[in-house]
């Protein structure tokens, strides 16, 4: 395994309250990302960072801000969670070859 | 827009059998990943080919790279029940080091 954790894996909650989703890893890499999966678009690129407190918008980055404060954690926060942000979210960590190693998933309800 | 576009999106085979799945992209890459997503489960790095590279080969993987076309192909060879997944390929641009992926090919290889 990449040494990486998502929490939480599941969450429902209403429409227009606060979510952070949690990324951590063990690897000490330097590249993290958030993407989300929907049925039919593959996966989007929220966010990505290159460093601690480097971020920096990806395609679908409207309605998400993330912080990384410490290279082990890059959290996801949805300010005001909106039924089009009900997804399964994937973090990855990015080896300095290219490769990403992907989490497990945290799959968001937004009723 | 997407930047990877498979081709089928859907594929059935028999076990033992050969499975081509292709990948256009729409502009200049570093290189080309392939990954797997087993079902509910993270997406796995399967190979990595450089755009000075045009062949690649992986156990029962391989992987050719057409940068005139922009267009890559992904082989598995002598298919298992074990291979249904689906295939993503992602594309690396510019110098961020983050990965675009296209909408995936869904392979079911039946028994």
């Known amino acids: 395994d990449a040494g990486i954790t998502q929490s939480p894996r599941h969450k429902v909650t209403e429409t227009g309250t606060p979510v952070t989703l949690r990324c951590h890893q063990t690897?000490?890499?330097?590249?993290m990302y958030w993407y989300r999966q929907d049925p039919g678009h593959g996966l989007r690129l929220i966010h990505y960072?290159?460093?601690?407190?480097?971020?920096d918008k990806g395609e679908v980055s409207d309605g998400y801000s993330v912080s990384r404060s410490k290279t082990e954690d890059f959290l996801l926060t949805l300010e005001s969670a909106t039924s089009s942000q009900t997804s399964v979210y994937f973090c990855a960590i990015g080896t300095i070859t290219g490769e990403l190693f992907f989490g497990e998933g945290s799959r968001l309800t937004v009723l | 827009s997407q930047q990877g576009e498979e081709d089928p999106q859907a594929l059935s085979i028999q076990e033992g059998e050969n499975a081509t799945m292709n990948c256009s992209y729409k502009t200049s890459i570093n290189n080309l990943q392939w990954y797997r997503q087993n079902s509910g489960r993270g997406l796995v790095h399967l190979i990595l080919i450089r755009s000075n590279e045009r062949e690649k080969h992986s156990g029962r993987l391989r992987v050719t790279l057409d940068t005139s076309k922009k267009s890559s192909s992904l082989l598995i060879t002598a298919s298992r029940a074990a291979d249904t997944a689906s295939y993503f390929c992602a594309t690396d641009v510019g110098a961020t080091n983050k990965l675009i992926f296209g909408t995936g090919t869904l392979l079911a290889v039946q028994p």
């Open positions: 690897e000490n890499h330097r590249y």
């Open positions: 960072s290159y460093g601690v407190k480097d971020t």
